[in-house]
């Protein structure tokens, strides 16, 4: 069973750079896509991107001016960044395993404010 | 593609029939042949768990109560008995296209 948990800063001023981990344990193989989700308060789930096990990314096109995503799986984790955060970034982040995010880790609420 | 959900908000008695409906503004058969529609369930200070793949397949462990259903734009999530554990915000997912979108929820309760 492979389990997920999000790491990173719960506040980023406005303006700054959002930079969360994911570690992954459990389970036999690091082969598949990685993705993040987020969640603003109250409200629904909005898809980040994914990133493969080699390093190959999608991102959604209204982010990905602003997002980098990147993996090491020789340390069991992959990574987000979010540029340039504005209070509309205000989210709980999920990561999750499969491009269709079918594992989840419990999420970490990020808050944008200086 | 933009993904609806109807009813947004579903309160219903123990041991009732429940119904979601999630359309799609686009057909999310792909040319291999598969449906990308997914269903998830949100419970409660929970993350999102996957319920459903592929219009109708339930993951395991998922209780047989649980039953998806469609084709093309159309699709339902039926509970044939709602208990009490499943309260919580019933999500669609289209995978066929990125990016991938969700539908906005829906909240189901028990009266």
């Known amino acids: 069973q492979v389990q997920l948990q999000e790491s990173g800063p719960g506040l980023v001023k406005p303006s700054e750079t959002l930079s969360l981990n994911c570690t992954v344990s459990?389970?036999?193989?690091?082969?598949?896509?990685w993705s993040w989700i987020r969640q603003p308060p109250g409200k629904g789930l909005e898809w980040i991107g994914y990133i493969s096990h080699s390093g190959s990314t999608s991102y959604s096109p209204s982010l990905k001016s602003r997002v980098s995503m990147s993996i090491d799986m020789s340390k069991n984790q992959f990574s987000l960044r979010l540029t340039s955060v504005t209070a509309a970034d205000t989210a709980l982040y999920f990561c999750?395993?499969?491009?269709?995010?079918?594992?989840w880790g419990q999420g970490i609420l990020v808050i944008v404010s200086s | 593609i933009v993904m609806t959900q109807t009813p947004l908000t579903l309160s219903v008695t123990p041991g009732q029939p429940a119904s979601i409906s999630c359309k799609s503004s686009?057909?999310?058969?792909?040319?291999?042949?598969?449906?990308?529609l997914y269903w998830y369930v949100q419970r409660p200070g929970q993350s999102p768990q996957l319920l459903i793949y592929?219009?109708?397949s339930r993951l395991s462990g998922v209780p047989d109560r649980f039953t998806g259903s469609g084709s093309g734009t159309d699709f339902t999530l039926e509970i044939s008995r709602v208990e009490a554990e499943d309260i919580g915000v019933y999500y669609c997912?289209?995978?066929?296209?990125?990016?991938?979108?969700f539908g906005p929820g829906t909240k189901v309760e028990i009266k």
């Open positions: 459990g389970g036999s193989s690091r082969k598949y896509y």
């Open positions: 997912l289209q995978g066929l296209q990125s990016p991938q979108t």
């Open positions: 999750a395993m499969g491009a269709t995010p079918f594992s």
């Open positions: 686009e057909t999310l058969l792909h040319r291999d042949g598969k449906t990308y």
């Open positions: 592929e219009v109708s």
